[in-house]
């Protein structure tokens, strides 16, 4: 079974009592008003996933101007107002979706598998450098349009790094966290590649124009 790529960014929204209705209309204007800076990339690289036709990549053109939805689950099998594990998701263009809690964003997106993230390739085996920074400008908008600055790469499936997925706090605990049980985070994505399962890496972003 692979290691899925877990993307968490920090956020400054205020989800202390609020309704499901009061979060939406805190987070959904935001989205909607975000206008993604590499819309390019982001089109290309979904139309490459799905090897879209040409009509196809006409329709996913047009996804720019589709709103952000909230995934509103139905309430007999779970209540954001009445649960004490409060989350919300939304769809958007590009088949993009987060996920928002009061401590984090989780981005589905970059669609990748841990290891694969730090060591991205072509298919011809060069480095996929500027593939990644893409990926990371994206990251790096949304987290910036909640009031964020930073995202942590983790694994799912049992990795070292899993356990950190479900800390109850914010990323900046978590951050802090990690850095007194695993040590420094590693400077570079290569480290992470050529090290050991519980190198880590936190992304500031500061390399990328």
Same mark, same amino acid.
């Given at each position: 079974m692979g290691v899925d790529l877990i993307s968490l960014l920090n956020h400054r929204i205020p989800?202390?009592?609020k309704t499901l209705a009061e979060i939406i209309a805190i987070i959904q204007p935001k989205l909607d008003a975000m206008e993604l800076d590499n819309q390019g990339f982001l089109l290309e690289y979904t139309s490459d996933w799905y090897k879209a036709s040409p009509q196809q990549r006409i329709a996913l053109a047009k996804a720019k101007a589709t709103r952000w939805q909230p995934l509103i689950e139905d309430p007999r099998y779970y209540d954001f107002d009445t649960s004490d594990s409060k989350t919300i998701d939304f769809d958007g263009p590009y088949d993009l979706r987060l996920s928002f809690d009061p401590y984090t964003i989780l981005s589905f997106s970059p669609p990748y598998r841990y290891r694969q993230w730090? %060591?991205?390739q072509h298919a011809? %085996?060069?480095e996929a450098t500027a593939v990644r920074n893409e990926w990371r400008r994206y990251l790096r908008q949304v987290a910036r349009t909640f009031g964020g600055?930073?995202?942590i790469y983790l694994a799912d499936n049992a990795h070292p790094l899993t356990t950190y997925w479900y800390e109850d706090k914010a990323l900046e605990e978590v951050e802090q966290q990690m850095r007194a049980e695993l040590g420094e985070p590693k400077k570079t994505f290569r480290?992470?590649?050529e090290g050991e399962n519980t190198d880590y890496f936190v992304d500031y972003f500061s390399d990328i124009p």
């Open positions: 989800f202390e009592g730090f %060591g991205l011809d %085996g060069t600055d930073r995202a480290e992470v590649y």
